[in-house]
Every structure is written in C-alpha cells, then in structure tokens.
C-alpha cells in the first residue's frame, strides 16, 4: 500500500512540474532585437516603467488566450524584446486567470492597496495579472508576460 502512495505522489508531482515553457509571446522570442521587428512594429502612445519602449503590432488581431482585448503593447529595453502588455475589461478577470491556473498552476495572490496581482514565477517568464478596480473605463485587467 506504501509503493502506491508513493507512486502516486510521484504522478502528481510530475503533473505540478510540466508546466508549458513560456520562451515568447506571439511568436517573438524574448530577447528578439527591435531592428528584426521594427516593420512589423508602431509606436504606442502610452506610459511605460523601467525604461521600456512600448510599441503595437501593426494589424494585430486583439484577441488573446479567446479572449477579445482592447489593447497590447509589445515591450522593448536595450533594444530587446523584453515583455508584452495585455489590456482587457474586468468581466474577463476570473476567465484569464483560469486559463494560466491550468496551464502553470495556482497562483500567487498579493493584494496591494487598491490593486491584486494573480502571480506565476515560471523558470522563463513572470505572469501577473492585475486587477485594477477603479478603471472608469472598464479596462481594469492587465495581463503582463515578462520574458527572462
């Protein structure tokens, strides 16, 4: 009875470990140079940290993970495509964070002030979710993939 226990804690942790590697976004490796994307690129007119460059892609279809999106911006640093940036509104939240729970497991949740991030630190990108509750908008979901 102790080796099927123990079997079977073996496939269920192998099940928590294969997680999908997430080495690009859209196609684009992390790490691609701008001059290899740059005509397929515009810039966005928005406001970026840590000294990114924030651009779309030209004639992007906004849908992401079958989801219909309102905005994504690719982000470049030194010249390197680094992160991507997905805008959607707040009735999508519980849906986005059900399709990345199944695809790298439970998330971490941080609740900051106003703001909660739903968190996945995987060996080759961060995912954090935001949900921002005070978006007049409705876009109150941000989806950040950042590469490593």
Same mark, same amino acid.
């Given at each position: 009875m ?10 269920m942790?192998?099940?928590?470990f294969?997680?999908?590697e ?5 196609g ?9 994307l740059?005509s397929?690129?515009?810039?966005a007119d928005?406001r970026?940290?840590?000294?990114? +460059?924030? #651009?779309h892609?030209?004639?992007? %279809? ?6 219909? !999106?309102?905005?994504i911006?690719?982000?470049?640093k030194?010249?390197k495509?680094v ?9 999508h939240?519980?849906?986005?964070? +059900?399709? #990345?729970t199944?695809k790298y497991g %439970?998330?971490?949740?941080v609740?900051?002030? !106003?703001l ?9 990108a961060?995912?954090v979710?935001?949900k921002?509750?005070s978006a007049?908008?409705?876009?109150g979901?941000s989806?950040?993939i950042k590469?490593?």
């Amino acid at each position: 009875m102790k080796t099927i226990y123990t079997l079977l804690a073996l496939f269920m942790s192998m099940g928590l470990f294969a997680q999908e590697e997430l080495t690009s976004f859209r196609g684009w490796e992390w790490g691609t140079s701008y001059n290899e994307l740059e005509s397929q690129l515009t810039p966005a007119d928005t406001r970026t940290t840590l000294g990114m +460059k924030p #651009f779309h892609k030209i004639d992007e %279809e906004l849908n992401f993970e079958g989801i219909d !999106v309102d905005n994504i911006i690719y982000l470049f640093k030194r010249n390197k495509f680094v992160a991507a940036t997905v805008a959607m509104h707040n009735d999508h939240l519980d849906e986005i964070i +059900k399709v #990345f729970t199944e695809k790298y497991g %439970e998330p971490k949740v941080v609740e900051a002030f !106003v703001l909660t991030n739903h968190e996945w630190h995987i060996p080759t990108a961060d995912i954090v979710i935001t949900k921002i509750p005070s978006a007049s908008n409705g876009i109150g979901v941000s989806v950040q993939i950042k590469g490593k």
